[in-house]
């Protein structure tokens, strides 16, 4: 063991500047990936909360549809996507996609429906359509949780990433994995300290983002 | 100007109705207190009349036109032209005072507007008006968490005003705040009835503010209608009845 880390060290830095733009690229698979999933389920949500829900028939169904794509982890959809939509980030942003919009849906929907019913109320004596009403009644009040829940996901969503770099997903994921099956510790070890500083920097962002916006 | 015919409302599950046969006539310029105890009707009474409670039985009509069976966007108008203000003034989270009161003015325009959140600069305006009428032009631009219980009770007052009603409604509005807060609000609801000439229908539980600014008692007993008259008339045989107190000598007690 000592003598197996004793190969990552000292740190290969010439390889610096690819580790980093791949960083970038596994950064905004992260981040395209769950704002994709988080603006698609927002509308699937309403659907999906028996109090907004326009029929019971499309809130069954979302339902159901929600719990099929949260079913399905990342590394699945990322291999049937990689094999025929061909290698590279794009396939991985979509598979994070798909299965951030089966988890946003269900966390959003429970928020939705734990709502106060008084604003929705409100807004309905005044006179307003249905869905302005909830939108506008029951949006405030779900935002910072939504938030929260989006840099979660986001965060999850680096890791998710990285290991669908490893199956031909592109960026620094992909590096570690090539690193590591050519005995390049020396990089290897750079790369696993990228990508710690990355999630650490991330989670300080979210957390002053999120203070700001409540 | 509002008249209500045979209403009965069952909820499911039930036996008893919570309103049964109330037939009444309502005025313009009648500022009616709804008395009853928890549980005689008063809520629903309310609820009915801007149709956010379906009866099961019976009918209201708003000058001549049916509110009971209006079609989804002949509601949308009805409702619009009626303020409700509530017991837990049901304002919007995280949202200012202004944009709360702006939201009184989404039964009047296109929704599309409504979401990108534009208006106009004479609904602007107008709520920035109301805001003072209530007295609150120094908080326009706080957080309704940052308010206090009388100052919330004066926003959903504004939000009401906003729609520019002909008729107001109030489901228990002074039932969470305290005495001196609650007569202010009373003062200010019958100020904004007087010179907008509306037609105000409240719920109260405390029997001395309906006494001294109603022009019309109704008071109501397990959905029934047991009293429809002067506030002068409604006298300790009538709260008895209204509360089936033995102890109606407490607060009438007092004033002999």
């Known amino acids: 063991m000592i003598d197996f880390l004793s190969q990552w060290f000292p740190m290969d830095f010439s390889l610096l500047p690819n580790m980093v733009q791949d960083t970038l690229e596994t950064l905004a698979m992260a981040f395209l990936g769950s704002v994709f999933g988080l603006i698609i389920a927002l509308p699937i949500s309403f659907l999906a909360a028996r109090n907004t829900s ?26 049937i996507l990689l094999t025929t939509l061909g290698l590279g980030p794009f396939p991985a942003v979509i598979a994070i996609m798909f299965h951030n919009i089966g988890v946003f849906g269900k966390l959003i929907s429970e928020l939705i429906e734990a709502a106060d019913p008084g604003p929705q109320e409100a807004m309905k004596a005044v006179g307003s359509k249905t869905w302005v009403a909830n939108l506008f009644s029951i949006l405030p009040q779900i935002w910072p949780n939504v938030l929260s829940q989006f840099f979660y996901r986001f965060e999850v969503a680096i890791r998710t990433s990285l290991i669908l770099g490893f199956i031909g997903g592109g960026g620094i994921g992909q ?26 920097i991330i989670d300080f962002l979210a957390s002053s983002i999120r203070k700001r916006i409540i | 100007m509002i008249e209500i015919k045979n209403l009965s409302v069952l909820y499911a599950g039930n036996t008893e109705e919570s309103l049964s046969d109330v ?6 310029g009648d500022f009616i207190c709804v008395l009853g105890k928890s549980g005689a009707g008063k809520s629903t009474f309310i609820r009915c009349i801007n149709g956010l409670q ?10 001549g036109k049916t509110i009971t069976y209006a079609k989804e966007e002949d509601l949308r108008k009805i409702r619009r032209e009626m303020g409700m203000i509530f017991q837990h003034f049901n304002l919007i989270p995280r949202l200012s005072v202004l944009q709360n009161v702006m939201t009184g003015t989404f039964g ?39 308010l206090s219980g009388g100052q919330k009770q004066r926003v959903g007052i504004a939000r009401a005003l906003v729609q520019q009603p002909r008729v107001l409604l109030g489901d228990e509005p002074v039932a969470s705040l305290d005495p001196g807060t609650s007569d202010r609000i009373f003062t200010l609801l019958k100020e904004m009835h ?7 229908i409240i719920n109260v539980h405390d029997i001395e503010l309906a006494k001294r600014y109603a022009t019309r008692i109704v008071a109501l007993k397990d959905g029934k ?3 429809d008259g002067l506030p002068k008339d409604f006298k300790e045989a009538e709260y008895q009845e209204t509360y089936e107190s033995q102890s109606a000598d407490a607060y009438f007690g007092a004033e002999i």
């Open chain 2, 225 to 227: 209608v047991i009293f």
């Open chain 2, 108 to 146: 009047y325009r296109n929704s599309f507007k409504n979401l990108f959140g534009m208006f106009t600069a004479e609904e602007l305006k107008r709520a920035r008006s109301v805001i003072a009428e209530v007295g609150l032009a120094e908080m326009a631009t706080r957080r309704i968490e940052n």
């Open chain 2, 23 to 28: 037939n009444l006539s309502l005025q313009k």
């Open chain 1, 54 to 79: 326009p029929s019971p028939i499309l809130f069954q169904f979302s339902r159901i549809a929600l719990s099929f794509v949260r079913s399905i982890p990342e590394i699945v959809f990322g291999l």
């Open chain 1, 175 to 200: 590096r570690l994995f090539n690193d590591f099956k050519t005995f390049q510790y020396s990089s290897v070890s750079l790369d696993v300290l990228i990508i710690m500083i990355m999630v650490i």
């Open chain 2, 54 to 63: 379906k009866p099961t039985g019976g009918e209201i009509l708003l000058d």
């Open chain 2, 194 to 200: 007087e010179r907008l000439g509306l037609l105000t």
